[in-house]
């Protein structure tokens, strides 16, 4: 299976700045697609951005952009002007191009990064 | 719209015990998922289902069953609850296309004394 890293356990910023978050992944795969998931205190689970591996332009929603570097296998996440809204677990993931016998359209998540946001 | 809805939201099993947790989407996903969250473990794959009548295993399925009777619904089965089972469990639905992203339900949380 695939492995998603994410190093930062716990992040913090300040309102209206900017902070990246930080995911990696292992794969050998040329085609795949990669996923930013919020999940605030209330527990669910928010799609924010996702990247197909085989678009060279960098995916990007309002405040939210990715930087996505496929030689390095590194998909970062950007918030621009951080709103309080934005304190959340982020779980980086990852799914393959292909649905094996193992997982199907399984997404493979990182174990996430908290981020604080002070005001 | 109600998306993917999970029932029950909190549960408290002593071990041994056996339940079901319920799972049902009103978007003809085809793709239906249980996962369970754990601190400082991210999300992890317990069974999966590419389609009625179709389940597999994902990473996680020891004391875990499940089955895939119809289209809408996914249910979820602790056979004999063990301490370890403690955990929130989420289920999640999508298209069977690879760029279909996951919809979550709102969790579970089971706490297994």
């Known amino acids: 299976a695939q492995t998603v890293t994410q190093s930062q356990p716990e992040m913090s910023v300040q309102e209206a700045e900017t902070v990246t978050l930080s995911c990696t992944y292992d794969t050998s795969e040329s085609d795949y697609y990669l996923f930013w998931y919020k999940q605030p205190p209330s527990r669910q689970m928010i799609l924010v951005i996702r990247q197909e591996a085989y678009k060279q332009q960098n995916a990007t929603e309002n405040r939210f952009s990715v930087n996505f570097q496929k030689a390095a296998k590194s998909f970062s996440l950007k918030i621009s002007d951080s709103q309080l809204g934005d304190a959340a677990m982020y779980f980086c993931?990852?799914?393959?191009?292909?649905?094996?016998?193992?997982?199907?359209?399984?997404?493979?998540f990182g174990k996430g990064t908290s981020l604080l946001v002070t005001p | 719209n109600a998306g993917v809805t999970q029932t029950p939201k909190f549960q408290v099993l002593k071990t041994g015990q056996s339940m079901t947790l319920q799972c049902a989407q009103d978007m003809n996903h085809e793709y239906m998922s249980w996962y369970r969250q754990d601190p400082g473990m991210g999300l992890r794959l317990i069974h999966y289902s590419v389609g009625a009548g179709i389940t597999d295993q994902g990473e996680v399925p020891n004391g875990y069953n499940v089955s895939r009777s119809t289209t809408e619904d996914f249910p979820l089965r602790l056979l004999s609850a063990a301490p370890s089972q403690t955990s929130v469990y989420f289920c999640?639905?999508?298209?069977?296309?690879?760029?279909?992203?996951?919809?979550f339900g709102n969790g579970t949380r089971l706490t297994v004394t």
């Open positions: 993931a990852y799914r393959s191009s292909i649905g094996d016998s193992n997982s199907g359209y399984a997404l493979n």
């Open positions: 999640a639905s999508s298209y069977g296309r690879n760029n279909s992203p996951l919809h």
